[in-house]
């Protein structure tokens, strides 16, 4: 029981090292209050800025690239079969060999993925005031 409850929590802990939308949300959010300056020196230059209508700045990271899918085979094991045969009064075991199956292929195509991230800095603090992002490719290892 004690080897089971030690593997379930290493398994538990290592799930927290994957890429997850949530470890995305720490990264950027940690930036809420921030200096401007330390987001700029950390993240670089932004894709685009824009100062918006109240004087606040919004600077926009974006990343997007496209990715070809690999193509699967799809094969399955069938196993043998086994079965006993009578002659002559004698009894004796028969066993088929088992066979791989191919049922086609699988995958392909191509996907795309992307990531937008928006920070507003507030003009007279020059303070990251919200920070909002969005797309299928916003994932980060969570901070533990």
Not at 115 to 139: H, I
Request: net charge positive; with cysteine; charged share 15%.
């Amino acid at each position: 029981m004690r080897k089971w409850l030690c593997l379930l929590v290493l398994l538990t802990s290592a799930c927290g090292t994957f890429p997850s939308r949530e470890g995305y949300a720490q990264k950027t959010y940690y930036w809420q209050g921030r200096d401007a300056n330390e987001l700029l020196a950390v993240w670089g230059a932004p894709s685009k800025s824009m100062t918006m209508p109240n004087g606040n700045t919004l600077y926009t990271y974006s990343k997007s690239y496209t990715q070809q899918q690999p193509y699967f085979d799809n094969r399955r094991f069938e196993p043998g079969s086994r079965f006993t045969v009578t002659e002559n009064g004698q009894s004796r075991v028969i066993e088929t060999p088992g066979r791989w199956v191919y049922d086609g292929t699988s995958g392909g195509g191509i996907q795309h993925y992307s990531c937008t991230t928006n920070f507003v800095v507030n003009s007279k603090t020059q303070l990251v005031e919200s920070v909002s992002f969005e797309g299928n490719d916003c994932v980060a290892v969570p901070r533990q």
